[in-house]
């Protein structure tokens, strides 16, 4: 019994034969009793009366062979798969390179019957709707759930959650195809130059401009768009890539209304401005705005002057204040970490930093702590514990009153660095 062979053209795509494990060729023969794993044998192995296991030389068996006309003659279903397969390699209406895929048909013979069996045949045509609508119900009663979680699913080529999600692949945020794969088929070719000539840059500017994959932006939306609030221009931005779903022109109107919508709520949030401040005429509103830019502009003068008159001592905080002056002339509003307060109210100042500076690679991490705290270089650090080293080493012991004779700096510097030097076992007490 003839039978539309299961498998591809490509004698490799099928099982190899089970009596001498050569690749099968059509025909074959196909055990009709042995499965549930279909029994495949060659026809040299068939006429020798092989038998394997459970199978038997009698048994019932089935000639698979696609060499038979399907929808008319002179095309055997052997040569209609070929064909369906070329189309789907090559593209719709690429009939050169799908003949010369096939090569047993000329490209006339390709372009009509695949117009005349799968294109205008009406059976054909009743079929392939009630398929589409059986797939449409299918999918809408069974959707596959997908929820945002830190690892996305990702499935293997060709799996069945593969297919069910359509190629999609989450951890890309990508389909493996795109929806029209040859969108892009005409710009492949054009390289642009420095000989091009004006006329020519011209061509391939305009051919460049209306692609599939590009949402096409008039310089005058450009233009529009830059005169945008802040706050609407990132929505523009980041809605951009919805264009090409709703096209152009209703992309426009989308961010117009959002910009339209923007403005008003910024006027409500003005007009309540005025009613809670009594205001109740636009001529007062008018006399509000101007006394309280000015009024704005005098605390901003009286707190430059504070903040100059009390950092200037201070580089951090003279950087920390030039920042805040910075992010208020931007209309930013200034993030100010203040600076720490000693149990007397005074400010007390921020540690040293060290970095570059010589000899702070000699010190080890407590040293650079204590320069850090007492604000002092590493250099004048490391002449000083050298100065009290020796003066400990000749009298046997050093009391706090000699180190504060031979470094003549702050008492409280000194201190500090002579209980360090004493806690660390440098230098002992006399």
Not at 90 to 108: H, I, L, P, S
Not at 230 to 250: C, I, L, N
Not at 369 to 382: F, I, N
């Given at each position: ?35 549930p ?17 459970k199978?038997q ?10 060499d ?17 397969e ?33 294109i ?6 009743s ?16 959707a ?23 190629g ?20 492949k ?169 010589p ?9 650079k ?14 002449e ?13 012991g ?9 470094i ?23």
């Open positions: 019994m003839d039978r539309l062979a299961s498998f591809g053209n490509d004698p490799f795509d099928k099982p190899p034969c089970k009596g001498c494990s050569s690749h099968l060729t059509e025909p074959y023969i196909k055990c009709a009793e042995c499965g794993s279909p029994f495949l044998i060659c026809l040299q192995c068939y006429t020798r009366g092989f038998e394997f296991k199978h030389s009698d048994h019932k068996y089935e000639i698979m062979t696609s038979f006309p399907v929808l008319e003659p002179g095309w055997t279903a052997q040569e209609e798969m070929a064909l369906l070329a189309v789907m390699d090559c593209g719709f209406g690429n009939w050169q390179d799908v003949a010369y895929q096939m090569r047993t048909k000329t490209k006339e013979e390709c372009e009509s019957h695949y117009m005349k069996n799968f205008n045949n009406p059976l054909f045509s079929t392939l709707l009630s398929l589409q609508k059986t797939k449409d119900s299918h999918f809408a009663d069974t596959i759930p997908f929820k945002p979680t830190d690892d996305p699913p990702r499935p293997t080529f060709d799996s069945v959650l593969s297919r069910d999600m359509a999609y692949m989450p951890a890309r945020a990508d389909f493996m195809e795109e929806f029209d794969n040859y969108a892009e088929w005409d710009l070719d054009i390289d642009f130059v420095d000989d091009d000539s004006d006329v020519l840059r011209a061509l391939k500017l305009a051919v460049l401009l209306p692609t599939h994959s590009a949402v096409p932006l008039s310089p005058s939306v450009l233009v529009l768009e830059r005169c945008y609030p802040k706050e609407v221009q990132e929505m523009y931005d980041a809605m951009r890539r919805f264009a090409r779903v709703v096209g152009p022109t209703e992309h426009d109107k989308f961010i117009e209304s959002n910009a339209l919508e923007f403005e008003l709520r910024k006027e409500i949030r003005r007009l309540q401005e005025y009613r809670k401040a009594g205001i109740k005429s636009f001529c007062s509103a008018k006399v509000y705005d101007r006394v309280k830019r000015v009024r704005e502009e005098e605390r901003r003068k009286r707190t430059m002057l504070s903040d100059m008159l009390q950092y200037i001592q201070d580089s951090r905080a003279c950087q920390q204040w030039l920042s805040k002056q910075a992010a208020i002339d931007a209309g930013i509003t200034p993030v100010v970490t203040p600076l720490p307060v000693t149990v007397s109210g005074r400010r007390s100042a921020p540690p040293l930093n060290l970095t570059g500076l000899g702070t690679e000699k010190l080890n991490e407590r040293e702590e204590l320069c850090q705290v007492v604000r002092l270089v590493p250099g004048a650090y490391l000083y514990k050298q100065a009290l080293l020796n003066e400990c080493r000749r009298q046997g050093l009391r706090l009153a000699q180190a504060r004779a031979l003549k700096i702050d008492v409280n510097k000194t201190r500090k660095i002579y209980d360090f030097l004493i806690k660390e076992g440098y230098i002992t007490k006399a």
